[in-house]
Structure formats: structure tokens, C-alpha cells
């Protein structure tokens, strides 16, 4: 095209990233995602040397107040140390991510019949003006890493959270496709390395970006077919109808417009449902609408009855009652115990 014609105009929205499920599968990861923002946060970089180990107690989660959406995370900066988890040992090598979506208990360790040592408790109190430094010094390789936790409230939806494993594990030899996150754990370890003002707020936004990068990750390699959220963002019909779902733009919808969604019947539908979620359409729309609801009540002053109304509920009373069957506790006390 010369430089006097005009270029055609974009007529067509661009293709989104290939992902390996379709754009309705697209839509539904990036939904859920939004959602996961950093609540709360701590990090500390741990550095012991010799032969040690941690005593296996889930001292990260209990930080956060033992909240169901804490997320532990250990990066590997430097050296090799053994991550042993229910039973199973794991090699933990510089440049590896590691993530417990559950908090489930581990251990951390280099060597054999190593000093017991917890990090978590020899911490200094809050607020932190620099990031900690916890130096156990002994003969012998040093491992250097950086420890902490999140907070995501996308893990209070169940769907979402069923389908995680409970360790999530990049390692640094992973192929070509991990240079982006690579890239992003090196900016980190410079971080760590080279103090500058504002460090602490830089590391919990690319601690936060790293860990949404490891879940998308998982996520486009575990869709294979079997039942579950994953498969069903890939499903031709479930992922059409998980995407009006997810959709906040409509809120009021019926069996008949999902079924519609999908291209099949009501009855069809809500067996697939069954198979693939163990729930129906309308149960999944009202547990994404009170995660939705849970997020607001946290992380903002909106009155419990608006938030109520945006969920889809007529009262406040039948709001209250469907949350507190969800989560276990009624608006106030859960945004009560969030900010507390």
C-alpha cells in the first residue's frame, strides 16, 4: 500500500490469544481473573544455608487469618532445596515458582537431618519499611528465596476452585512459552536485589501478575476432556453459556436464555451440567453472582443492599440467607472479618 491510499478500516474485532478452547473460553478465564486482586499481602525473602529444614505447619496462612482464600507462594532466587507435600518430594531449582492454592501444609528443606527452623515466626513485626531478610547462616549452600502469601477472592468460587490442584509449580526449564513469566520472576529477584523506593509495592504487583500468569498457564494445559470447570470452558455449549454467565452485563437471566446460549434444550442443558459442574445452570449463576457479592463486600463502603440488588436479589433478607449459606456467614460478619 502506498503512502496515498487510505488503509481499510478495522471492520472486525481482532483474534484473542489462542488458548486452545475458543473466544467463549477466552471470555470466561479473563472474567474470573479480574478478579483476583491482592487483598492482603506479605513477602520476606528467606535465606538459610547448610543443611535445614521448616516444620510443615501452614504458618503463611495462619498470617492471614487462616482466610479462605490465602494463597502461600515460594520463588526460588538462588540454589536448589526440596519441597516435600502429602507425601510426595519435589526439587525446587533457581528461577522456579511455586504456589499452594489451599494452603496445604509442606515442608521446605536442603540436605538431610537438617536444623528445624521457622521463618515465619522469627519475621519482625509490622509495618515493614524494606523487605525482611532472614539470614541462617551454617557451612555449607546457601538458598536464597522469596516467601509470602495472597489473597485471591476468585478461590471463594467453587467451580473455580475445584478445578485447581493443590500445588501449582512453574519451573524455570519449562519451554519457550514461560519467557514472558521468566522474565517477570527476573525482574523480581532485581527487585530483591537492588532495593529502590516504592520496592515493596513493586513486588506485590509483580507477585500478583506472576501468580495470575502461573494460573493461566495451568489452566490452558488442563483442559483434556475429562469433567470439570477447565473442560467446560472448552465445551462447544457449556463455554457459550458460561460466557453470557460471566457476562456482568446482563443480569437478569433465565434457564431459557442460557439454554439458548448454549444451542441446546433445557433439559439437555441442565444435563451436561450435571455431568460435566455437579450443579445446574442456575446454581452456578447465583454462586458466581455472590462470589461477585463477596468481592464487593470486601473490597468496597457499598451498602450490603445494594450489593444485594446487583447480585439479583429482591431483599435483603434473601440475600443474606443465600450468603450465608455459601460462605458461612451473613454480608456483615464476612466484610467484618475481611477488613478486620
Known sequence: MSLAESPKPLIENPPGPATG??????????????????????????MPSGA???????????????STDTMPFHIMVEGTCWLKMEGKETTLNAGDVVAFP??????????????IITPVVDLPPKPWRQLPFLRYEAHGPRVRLLCGYLQCAAVNFRPFRNALPPLLHFKATSPHEGDW?????????????KPRSGGLSMLERLTEITFIELLR?????????????????????????????????????????????????????AERFETMLNTSPMRYLREW?????????????????????????????AFNRAFSRLYGAPPAAWRQKCNA
Request: glycine residues 10%; negative net charge.
Open 21 to 46: 478452547n475458543g473466544p467463549a473460553a477466552d471470555d470466561v478465564l479473563s472474567n474470573v481473573l479480574r478478579n483476583i486482586r491482592l487483598s492482603g499481602s506479605l513477602q520476606f525473602c528467606f
Open 52 to 66: 535445614w529444614q521448616t516444620d510443615g505447619k501452614p504458618r503463611l496462612a495462619s498470617l492471614a487469618g487462616n
Open 102 to 115: 489451599f494452603a496445604t501444609g509442606h515442608q521446605l528443606g536442603a540436605g538431610s537431618a537438617g536444623r
Open 181 to 193: 513469566l521468566q522474565s517477570t520472576i527476573q525482574q523480581i529477584v532485581n527487585e530483591v536485589e
Open 217 to 269: 498457564h495451568y489452566m490452558v494445559a488442563a483442559t483434556d476432556g475429562s469433567a470439570g470447570w477447565l473442560s467446560a470452558l472448552g465445551d462447544p455449549h457449556l463455554g457459550k453459556c458460561l460466557s453470557l454467565i460471566h457476562d456482568s452485563s446482563k443480569l437478569e437471566l433465565s434457564v431459557n436464555d442460557l439454554s439458548a446460549a448454549a444451542g441446546l434444550s433445557r433439559s439437555a442443558l
Open 289 to 317: 453472582r455472590l462470589c461477585q457479592a463477596s468481592v464487593a463486600l470486601a473490597t468496597s463502603n457499598k451498602a450490603i443492599a445494594s450489593i444485594a440488588d446487583e447480585a439479583g436479589y429482591g431483599t435483603e433478607a
